[in-house]
């Protein structure tokens, strides 16, 4: 048999319905179909999840332990699988010490330039880190951030220090530490803050080890007077002990993090940043733009540092070829949106010799605008030219065009979904009559009557990050689509500078809902207590029997339907609980029914079997509103923890369908969605505004462009290059203005060309 395609048989992980498929090898194929349709199932935790266990496999069992654990897969067997690289879009997260420098290892490069051709010479390589004590900042122990007080926070101003001027634990009227102050005898203790002098205030806030000479009696003789903030520094920031523990809560809401005042956020010490190349220290290197920090390396032209400078500019290149030149090398890891993360990951493949590996991408174009789509076209080119296979799960079309082999899947999601409903070449895709294929054939149009504003949101001289001091107009009571290339500065205007303006902002975003494992869809929307008493009342026993946290819950698994097994160093094991084979519940709870369901048939419903079963008109609005977001394929018992960051959102979305007169933000709400799911979401949106609020969307994508109201384009490019408003106005506008981005690739769209 032929060994040039992947062979996958009987796959029936999540809802995939007992699949066998033929993957070609050494091309790029992208899955497509409507979110839920069994995409990822079948190449996340089929295809990627078997590579990965089965190479851990081959490493000893010490090693093991220390790598991710993989379940085996739910699938027959699987031929001709080659090793996997996963790169999706998780958050490289990380602590504060982790960069993008650090991640991509430029870092280790630069050192190596500025020990070899650095002048004064300071050391070697391992002093340019700031995560070595040799070269680490001593005051910041290399964090280049401080945590201080919030002055404004921890005063009101307008009160004495007898009527509890100092907000901060401990310090309030009564409480033990406000002593220290009242009693010292520098100040009227019935004086307004307002009115202290500039001296006053400074002994208040920052004098340190002062004797004091004219106390009140209950000062202690020997005590020396301390100011608020080194006080509070002392006793709270830099102690680990059990009262920061006590007030850890209380405490965050007065401390600010601000950049070290001894190493000025460069994070090393006066000796490494003595250093220099070409006038320029380490830290100013990693500061600057990635394309500026590519023309500084280019000047460089000592013959020692020939090799580490060709190595640098190869490096810095993979960088710019992804579409990030806007970043700087000193970005935290933590603050990269997911789709950054996801082409950061890319960066140490680029230059990698490795052939025959399989690459497996989750949807790359998230966070990219249309310009950008192009070059990580090249990229998906590139990796497939050097001999491996690329594996795309993706719903933009610009990317659907470079596949060299479409596998389609439906035909709908969830239950209706699982099944592969195409495999072959885009143009047979074209015709083929699925939901795919049709929205490929379709030709956009521009909104044939937008609104008219009703008012206006005013934003003025704005200058956070790369914004360039914009002021501008917000229309109310419209859907205004803010645009833009990836780091052009809309997310620093809309979710950043926008809340500063209009505190009353509501942001609905990808972000994870602080839940449990045990937390689901029907605990979520609250209708799991009404569905309790139902059966409650049905079988005219106690309602909490039906919680699976409590006295109905199975004793084996506590109520999750599954049980964990650690085995030490080999994968932990999950399996369907033995007891209650998944159904969360004791057998006489299993008993009672409504309607001939028992409560474990209630939760492993989808949303759209849900709303055929239930009859009672409170549970049946709140699956109307989960259905018209168009998340019908998820099951309301299904774990809020495995949920994707654009199915929170839209979980989120659902939860304001009622609400009317709310300024809105949703920051690309497209993420995860399917073209024909996309239609769905306009129409929710449409109806929010309808409701009289205000819809301010962060989007790259052209059919939501195309539906908009009023546009906001931001740009001309990203990082220093971005920050000034491009355009303001209707679509068909932008479409012919000249200098945007975003104008020239509507007009493309609209045209068809």
């Known amino acids: 048999m032929s060994n040039d395609y992947i062979r996958v048989f009987g796959a029936r992980e999540r809802n995939l319905k007992n699949i066998d498929v033929e993957i070609p090898k050494k091309e790029i194929t992208v899955f497509t179909g409507v979110s839920g349709s069994g995409k990822s199932s079948l190449v996340f ?85 700031f995560n070595n004590p040799a070269g680490m900042c001593s005051y910041c122990q290399g964090l280049g951030k401080i945590e201080t007080v919030d002055i404004e926070r921890l005063l009101d101003k307008n009160k004495s220090l007898n009527d509890g001027a100092i907000y901060f634990p401990t310090f309030e009227p009564g409480g033990w530490r406000l002593t220290r102050y009242i009693h010292s005898g520098f100040f009227d203790n019935n004086k307004i803050i307002q009115d202290y002098s500039t001296e006053e205030l400074e002994l208040l806030l920052y004098a340190d080890g002062i004797k004091v000479k004219n106390p009140a009696p209950e000062w202690h003789k020997t005590s020396l007077y301390e100011g608020l903030i080194p006080r509070i520094e002392r006793s709270f920031l830099k102690k680990e002990d059990g009262e920061k523990v006590r007030y850890s809560k209380e405490i965050e809401r007065f401390i600010i993090k601000q950049d070290c005042p001894h190493c000025h956020g460069t994070r090393l010490s006066d000796k490494v940043l003595s250093c220099k190349v070409n006038g320029k220290n380490i830290a100013e290197c990693a500061d600057i733009q990635i394309n500026e920090l590519l023309k500084f390396i280019q000047s460089i032209k000592d013959p020692i540092a020939v090799t580490i400078v060709s190595e640098l500019l190869n490096r810095l290149q993979h960088i710019v070829s992804i579409g990030l030149d806007y970043l700087s090398l000193s970005r935290e890891t933590s603050t990269l949106s997911g789709g950054e993360s996801q082409r950061i990951k890319m960066v140490c493949q680029l230059g990698s010799s490795l052939t025959d590996l399989t690459y497996i991408f989750d ?331 205000t819809l301010i969307v962060i989007e790259h994508n052209l059919d939501i462009i195309c539906q908009a109201d009023w546009i906001i384009d931001l740009g001309p490019y990203a990082g220093q290059n971005g920050g000034n408003i491009m355009f303001t106005g209707l679509p068909k506008d932008l479409m012919n203005f000249e200098d945007s981005l975003t104008g020239h690739h509507l007009r493309k769209y609209i045209m068809n060309i």
């Open 363 to 693: 949807e790359p174009s998230i966070g990219l605008h249309p310009h950008d789509i192009s070059k990580i076209n090249d990229l998906m080119k590139l990796l497939r030219d050097k001999g491996n296979t690329v594996l795309i799960v993706e719903h933009d079309p610009d990317m659907i065009k470079i596949a060299d082999h479409v596998i389609d899947m439906g035909p709908g999601a969830g239950t209706r979904g699982g099944e592969i409903i195409y495999q072959g070449n885009l143009q047979g895709l074209k015709t083929s009559d699925t939901l795919t294929g049709n929205y490929l054939s379709y030709r956009p149009k521009l909104k044939i009557d937008p609104r008219s504003p009703k008012g206006w949101l005013s934003i003025h001289n704005a200058t956070l990050h790369n914004l360039k001091n914009l002021s501008v107009e917000l229309p109310k009571g419209v859907m205004t689509v803010v645009t833009g290339v990836a780091g052009s500065g809309k997310s620093t205007l809309i979710n950043q500078v926008l809340p500063h303006f209009y505190p009353e902002t509501v942001f609905i975003d990808q972000k994870g809902i602080q839940a449990s494992k045990r937390s689901n869809l029907a605990t979520f929307t609250n209708i799991f207590d009404i569905i309790r008493k139902l059966f409650a009342k049905s079988n005219g026993v106690s309602a909490s029997l039906f919680s699976f946290n409590s006295q109905g819950a199975c004793p084996v698994c506590k109520g999750l339907g599954v049980t964990y097994t650690d085995l030490a160093f080999m994968d932990t094991i999950v399996t369907v609980c033995e007891e209650c084979h998944g159904n969360r519940y004791t057998d006489e709870v299993l008993a009672y029914k409504l309607r001939d369901k028992n409560i474990s048939d209630i939760l492993k419903m989808t949303v759209s079997d849900a709303l055929e079963f239930f009859q009672e008109r409170e549970i049946i609005k709140v699956l109307q509103r989960l259905s018209d977001v168009g998340i019908t394929y998820i099951s309301l018992g299904q774990p809020l923890n495995t949920l994707s960051g654009g199915e929170l959102q839209r979980i989120k979305l659902a939860t304001e369908l009622e609400n009317n007169g709310q300024i809105y933000v949703l920051d690309e709400p497209s993420t995860g969605l399917h073209m024909a799911d996309i239609k769905q979401l306009i129409g929710v949106m449409n109806r929010l505004v309808e409701q009289n609020s």
């Open 45 to 129: 935790d089929t295809i990627a999840a078997e590579s990965q266990r089965q190479l851990n496999q081959t490493y000893t069992s010490f090693i093991r332990h220390r790598m991710p654990h993989y379940g085996k897969s739910d699938v027959d067997t699987i031929e001709n699988l080659s090793v996997a690289f996963i790169i999706n879009q998780k958050r490289i997260g990380g602590n504060a010490r982790s960069t993008v420098v650090t991640i991509t290892d430029i870092y280790s490069l630069l050192r190596l330039l500025f020990s070899r051709i650095g002048e004064p010479f300071v050391g070697y390589t391992e002093v340019f880190s």
